[in-house]
Nanobody
Framework: QVQLVESGGGLVQAGGSLRLSCRASGRTLSAYSMGWFRQAPGKEREFVAAIRRSGDSGYYTDSVKGRFTISRDNAKNTVYLQMNSLKPEDTAVYYC?????????????????WGQGTQVTVSS
């Protein structure tokens, strides 16, 4: 089993920044992507960003390109999401997950493990 724990969420005003972290523990995984999804109240879960391995630039949904940056630190078994220029529409619960490379990391159904989520609230 893989355990994922997110942290770093909170309340921030529009234009501010937050850095989310997601640390993985448990059994070793090979050839897997780590990604971030988010879900706002009353809306469906949405892909945000994913990365295959440390050093990659990652890929993003259009609404966060240029503002968010995903990265991995293998030594710490952690994936990060640096969120800059936050907007009220970024308000959501953010979840990290793990998906095999053989599956599309932009699809929710690809992920085998999920964290519990961390709340991000952006005020106007």
């Amino acid at each position: 089993q893989v355990q994922l724990v997110e942290s770093g969420g909170g309340l921030v005003q529009a234009g501010g920044s937050l850095r989310l972290s997601c640390r993985a523990s448990g059994r070793t995984l090979s050839a897997y992507s780590m990604g971030w999804f988010r879900q706002a109240p009353g809306k469906e879960r949405e892909f945000v960003a994913a990365i295959r391995r440390s050093g990659d630039s990652g890929y993003y949904t259009d609404s966060v390109k240029g503002r968010f940056t995903i990265s991995r630190d293998n030594a710490k078994n952690t994936v990060y999401l640096q969120m800059n220029s936050l907007k009220p529409e970024d308000t959501a619960v953010y979840y990290c997950g793990v998906a095999p490379w053989a599956r599309s990391s932009s699809l929710q159904s690809s992920y085998d493990y999920w964290g519990q989520g961390t709340q991000v609230t952006v005020s106007s």
